[in-house]
């Protein structure tokens, strides 16, 4: 591809990286990701993917900014009270890098619309606040053999992985989905949301920044891939820890007798 010159002025510190290079920037720009959930975690991701010319952002949340999101949800700003998160978060995206495109969808993901979807899609980067969504996403890429970065946050806790059990990076020996970490989401009440335990908004913004940089390694294939292991962010005591975690046999999804044979499950 030949960049304009406004391209490699915009790009030089990507370029220089022997990771990225040229071609490596190339492929970003033909990249598509689907980062789901504009919030917390969706919006430093969606501001980094975008700088980094990230060619196509597909963004789903069916929310309306509120004032109690502006603590930690960068992508939205005081003027956008009231107005859809798809709206104010493709207007971010465009006021960074005119290069991205972005589809919005101001819906929630559900069993009916998630194939088609996540079909456009070459990633899919989730950053949403809720059980359900996490475990629909995760099955959704599962069958869509697309890799899935996930995060999520509580309080000064956030928690990081990167799942491709069938989307081929080793297809002899493919790595663990969601479900065979966590089997099924916990009874209602167990876990308490962000809103109920409170989140430390700069905690986002590092477990956002850190899947975006993930995100970039799976498009790029450079580095060493989560797959098949669980970051997790200690915020209070400033600790990381890395904990590898296998495919389970007797996954539910993705298991050697799966059960869960397509998404009707989420119905
Ligand atoms: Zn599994």
């Known amino acids: 591809m030949n ?3 406004e391209q490699i002025n915009r790009y030089a510190r990507h370029i220089l990286l022997p990771e990225v290079g040229g071609n490596g920037q190339a492929q970003l720009l033909k990249s598509k990701v689907l980062v789901v959930g504009a919030g917390g975690l969706g919006s430093p991701l969606i501001l980094y993917l975008a700088a980094a010319g990230v060619g196509k952002i597909g963004v789903i949340d069916d ?3 509120d004032l109690s999101n502006l603590q930690r949800q960068i992508v939205h700003h005081t003027g956008d009270i009231s107005r859809p998160k798809v709206e104010s978060a493709a207007e971010s995206i465009l006021a960074i890098n005119p290069d991205v495109k972005v589809e919005k969808f101001m819906k929630r993901l559900n069993a009916s619309n998630a194939m088609q979807i996540i079909a456009g899609y ?3 980067a989730d950053g949403s606040d ?5 475990f629909l996403v995760n099955d959704a890429c599962y069958f869509a053999k697309k890799p899935l970065v996930s995060a999520a946050i ?5 928690q990081l992985a990167t799942y491709r059990p069938s989307s081929g990076i080793n297809e002899s020996d493919p790595g663990p989905c969601y479900r065979c970490v966590f089997r ?3 009874p209602p009440g167990q876990v308490p949301s962000c809103a109920e335990a409170g989140v430390l908004g700069a905690m986002c913004g590092m477990a956002g920044s850190f899947q975006a940089t993930e995100v970039i ?3 790029l ?3 060493e891939s989560l797959d098949g292991s669980f970051l997790v962010f200690d915020g209070l005591s400033a600790e990381i820890r890395k904990i590898k975690v296998n495919r389970d046999p007797d996954c539910p999804l993705c298991g050697e007798r799966p059960s869960i044979k397509d998404l009707s499950i989420h119905e």
């Open 3 to 5: 960049f304009t010159e």
């Open 63 to 65: 929310d309306l900014v």
């Open 122 to 124: 070459d990633l899919v």
């Open 130 to 134: 809720n059980f359900s969504t996490r």
């Open 154 to 158: 509580l309080r000064f806790d956030a």
């Open 184 to 186: 099924e989401p916990p």
């Open 217 to 219: 390694k799976e498009l």
């Open 221 to 223: 294939n450079v580095g």
